[in-house]
C-alpha cells in the first residue's frame, strides 16, 4: 500500500532564516506530487504541483520554491522566511496517467511556527 | 471558473443526531467530487468520492454523499453522529486541467455535544 511521509513534524523558525520541508511517497511510482498551505482557521492554498522529476508549476507567486529531485520526493525551501509564511504545510500525492482516480493523498502535515 | 462553496462554517450537533454538511460546485462538465475530513493536527483523510453512476456514494465512518446535478450540490450525510466525527470538513472538486487539480471549499467545523 502507499504511504507518504513528512518531516519535519513541527518547525519553530526565526525570521529570515532558511526553510526545507521534505515529502516522500513510498509504493507509487510516477505520482503527481502537490504542496498546500493551510493558514490558522483557513482553507487549503495550493502553492506547487509537479508531474515529474524536476518538473514544478507554481501556483502562487511568493516566497518559496519547490524541487523534486527525485520521483518520490518532494522539497519545499525558502531562503528567507517571513512571518506569513507561517502555516500547516500538506504534501500530498495523486496517480497520474490514464488510470488515474484523481483523488489525492495526505501527508501528516508540518506546522511551521515563523518567530 | 470552478468553485466549491461550503455554505456552513461551523455547525454543531448532539452525539447521535443525523448530520448534512452542504456543498455546492461550479463547475461547467460533469464534476468529479470528493470529500475529506481532517482531525486538528493531522492531515486530510478522503471519506469519499464520485465520479459516475449512481448518485449516492457510500464512504468511510458511516459517510454518504449525494450528488444532485439540478442542483450543483454534493452534500454529506450521516445517520447519526460520533464524538469522535468532529472534525474539519472539505469539499473538492478537480479541476480537469489534467493535472489532478482539486480545489477546496473553505471547510465546515463540526462540533459534537456529548
Known amino acids: 500500500s502507499q504511504t507518504i511521509h513528512q518531516w519535519p513534524a513541527t518547525l519553530v523558525q526565526p525570521v529570515g532564516s532558511p526553510l526545507s520541508l521534505e515529502c516522500t511517497v513510498e509504493?507509487?511510482?510516477?505520482?503527481?506530487l502537490y504542496w498546500y498551505r493551510q493558514a490558522a482557521g483557513r482553507g487549503l492554498q495550493l502553492l506547487f504541483y509537479?508531474?515529474?522529476?524536476?518538473?514544478i508549476s507554481s501556483e502562487v507567486p511568493q516566497n518559496l520554491s519547490a524541487s523534486r529531485p527525485q520521483d518520490r520526493q518532494f522539497i519545499l525551501s525558502s531562503k528567507k522566511l517571513l512571518l506569513s509564511d507561517s502555516g500547516f504545510y500538506l504534501c500530498?500525492?495523486?496517480?497520474?496517467?490514464?488510470?488515474?482516480?484523481?483523488?489525492?493523498?495526505f501527508g501528516p502535515g508540518t506546522r511551521l511556527t515563523v518567530t | 471558473a470552478q468553485s466549491v462553496t461550503q455554505p456552513d462554517i461551523h455547525i454543531t450537533v448532539s452525539e447521535g443526531a443525523s448530520l448534512e454538511l452542504r456543498c455546492n460546485y461550479s463547475?461547467?462538465?460533469?464534476?468529479?467530487l470528493f470529500w475529506y475530513v481532517q482531525s486538528p493536527g493531522q492531515g486530510l483523510q478522503l471519506l469519499l468520492k464520485?465520479?459516475?453512476?449512481?448518485?449516492l456514494v457510500q464512504g468511510i465512518k458511516g459517510f454518504e454523499a449525494e450528488f444532485k446535478r439540478s442542483q450543483s450540490s454534493f452534500n454529506l450525510r450521516k445517520p447519526s453522529v460520533h464524538w469522535s466525527d468532529a472534525a474539519e470538513y472539505f469539499c473538492a472538486v478537480v479541476t480537469g486541467s489534467g493535472y489532478n487539480k482539486l480545489i477546496f471549499g473553505a471547510g465546515t467545523r463540526l462540533a459534537v455535544h456529548p
Open positions: 509537479s508531474v515529474g522529476i524536476g518538473q
Open positions: 464520485y465520479f459516475s453512476g449512481d448518485t
Open positions: 463547475y461547467g462538465a460533469t464534476p468529479y
Open positions: 509504493g507509487t511510482s510516477n505520482p503527481n
Open positions: 500530498a500525492w495523486s496517480g497520474s496517467g490514464g488510470g488515474s482516480t484523481y483523488e489525492q493523498y
